[in-house]
């Protein structure tokens, strides 16, 4: 299958391939304590889990989620990083509405990436995929 071209396809930035694609990123924030994160945490693509003891970081309702992004329909995603820089690893766990698919719990002195893809009202899937 052929890339679409013309009014067909989208490319990212002007083409230039010398040039890196630049995004923007917050500060994230960083817990030491267990905590629900807020759907902002989410959207920010990154939450530093930085303790000397595990720690749960609770997801946000879905519901809450989807009154944030209300552009998303089923199939939409976003990437969210989990850096555990400390003695001990935060884990990710189930909020209501949240499905998770593999580990939550993130690993010690890395970085652990996960997905979440919207599968209904309310509904996510938070699937691990690196880490």
């Known amino acids: 299958m052929a890339l679409p071209n013309g009014t067909g396809g ?3 930035g002007d083409g230039n391939l010398n040039e890196p694609i630049l995004g923007v990123q917050s500060t994230p924030n960083t817990y030491t304590t267990a905590v629900t994160l807020t759907v902002a945490d ?17 997801l946000p309702t879905a519901a809450a989620t ?7 329909k089923v199939g939409s995603s976003f ?4 850096l555990s820089p400390g003695a001990a ?3 990710i766990v189930a ?12 690993v010690i002195g890395q970085a652990t990436v996960f997905r ?8 996510y899937t938070l699937y691990r995929i690196a880490g």
Do not use: E, K, M, P
């Open 79 to 82: 990437d969210l990083a989990l």
């Open 116 to 123: 979440a893809v919207r599968t209904g009202d309310a509904a």
């Open 95 to 106: 909020g209501t509405g949240w499905t998770l698919s593999g580990s939550g719990a993130g």
């Open 10 to 12: 989208y490319q990212l």
């Open 89 to 91: 690893a935060g884990t």
């Open 66 to 72: 989807d009154a944030a992004i209300s552009s998303a």
């Open 42 to 58: 989410l959207t920010n693509g990154l939450v530093i889990c930085n303790s000397g003891t595990a720690r749960n970081l609770t």
